[in-house]
């Protein structure tokens, strides 16, 4: 069997590089190995409550793992980017979390609570009925809604809790607006994943465990995809699927680089 040979790898994390705060062992010998042949990748997760450095320290700590925080690309900093290149120097209202609103500051835009061009909403555990207010009447008004990313759970030792997307939903019902979602499975984030890593379509591949969110990604975006099953989809799920990822693997330690 030929493997075709890439030039970058972008590679999702929770469930393909750790599974919550366990290690998937056979994820880093595969980080490892890319790090010794020089093959560029970036982390292309839908959190969008983690700056770089916060991922960073979450994968040393999970899986022993050593990344640069040039190597992590999340929703968030997605979402920054499109605002940025769509609505330069915008006056900007977000709903998330402290990382989100510095990356919002770090991109030129300007965060404000009135006249308000721009809404970027995500995870925010920190919500309140005034902001997403603020937030609602903007929109009507208006304002560009981005949404990080559709995830409407969150997966915690405690069952699921409301993600950015039951946030948004919110949102959508009191506006009657539909938001730019930027995240996993939507093409905004591979846009800004693929001018960040420098390469094309055709030179990268999309590696993740959730067929739904980075499978999905990749096919819409047309990239190759590789399916890891060490998370979310499931053989049997995959029974049931007609479009097939590109790879299908057990772990990444199946990969033949050659
Ligand atoms: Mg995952």
Known sequence: MTIKTYKGFFIDLDGTVYAGTNPIPTAKKFISELDARGIPYLYVTNNATKSQEDVVAHLKAVSGIDAAPEHVYTS???A????KKNYPGARTFVVGEPALQRQVEAAGLLLVEKDIEVVIQGMDRFVTYDKLATASTAIRNGAAFIATNPDVNLPTENGMM??????????????QREPL??????GYIMDGALERIGLTKEEVVMVGDNYNTDILAGMNYGVDTLLALTGVTTVEDLEEITNKPTHILNDLSEWRFE
């Open 76 to 78: 968030g900093m997605a």
């Open 80 to 83: 920054v980017d499109f605002a």
């Open 162 to 175: 409301p993600g950015a997307g039951s946030l948004t939903a919110f949102l959508k019902i009191s506006t």
């Open 181 to 186: 979602i930027i995240g996993k499975p939507f």
